[in-house]
């Protein structure tokens, strides 16, 4: 089983290769130039592995939620080789890769991720490990919010014990969201890694869940975004 991984979500530059058991992986912090490196990242990969694309099984893409021209990069990286190779593709949730990479540096159980969504607002999600592996699965939906909404009674919860906190946003909105939910930062995990989406991937590939290329959609979570004019532009 071979797989390539990618992800151009957020500042952070990310791809992973799967091959026979065997994982590599490139992670680079580079705002604003994913569109150079991601190719020669993935070059990079495929050349130590010794394999081309079209020895691939499939193609995982972080599917979002993120940066809106960093996801449609990614989407549009992973429909271009799959298209030139032949292949199906799979999007993985970037605050999933985020959880799952808890799982995988801290054997968590439970995982609340949440990344910096700019204007005020986080992307956010909690998790909590499969009873029968070491997956970890949605709780509830994905949501973009204003931190310091998640006190009112409406998004009132039960407090997860022994959670995990990982992602950008509980660096830009530590009080508000430890104020929600009172959880230990993880400071290795601060952005989605392709080797975590790996993880999610295989067992999509296994269930046939794989999708032709031109199915492949990106996920923004927040559809609409409202510009307010700054004064004298």
């Known amino acids: 089983m071979k797989l390539l991984a990618l992800d151009t979500s957020t500042e952070a530059c990310s791809v992973a290769l799967w091959q026979d058991g065997q994982s590599l992986s490139l992670d680079e912090v580079c705002p604003q130039q994913h569109s150079k490196r991601v190719l020669p ?13 079209s020895q691939l099984d499939g193609i ?16 549009g990286v992973a429909q ?11 999007g993985v949730s970037t605050l999933a890769a985020m959880a799952q990479a808890a799982q995988r540096l801290h054997g968590a159980h439970q995982v609340i991720a949440a990344i910096d969504a700019r204007m005020a607002e986080v992307y956010l999600a909690a998790y909590q ?7 970890m699965q949605l709780i509830g939906e994905e949501m973009a919010i204003k931190p310091q909404l998640l006190t009112s009674p409406i998004f009132a919860h ?13 660096q830009t909105y530590a009080a508000q969201l ?9 400071p290795q995990i601060l952005y989605p890694s392709a080797q975590d989406m790996l993880t999610l991937a295989l067992p999509a590939l296994a269930a046939g869940q794989f999708v032709a290329a031109e ?3 990106p996920v923004y979570v927040r559809d609409e975004v ?3 004019k700054l004064p004298g532009r």
């Open 60 to 75: 995982v893409f972080g599917r979002g939620p993120g940066s809106f021209t960093g996801v449609r990069i990614g989407v």
């Open 129 to 135: 490990r499969a009873a029968d592996s070491d997956v």
């Open 226 to 228: 409202t510009w307010q």
């Open 158 to 170: 039960s407090s997860m014990a022994d959670c995990w906190a990982v992602g950008t946003g509980w």
């Open 178 to 186: 430890q104020q929600w939910q009172n959880a230990q930062l993880s």
């Open 41 to 53: 990242m993935i070059q990079q990969l495929l050349a130590e592995a010794g394999l081309g694309l």
């Open 80 to 90: 271009g080789l799959a298209f030139g190779a032949d292949l199906a593709v799979y």
């Open 215 to 217: 199915l492949a959609e």
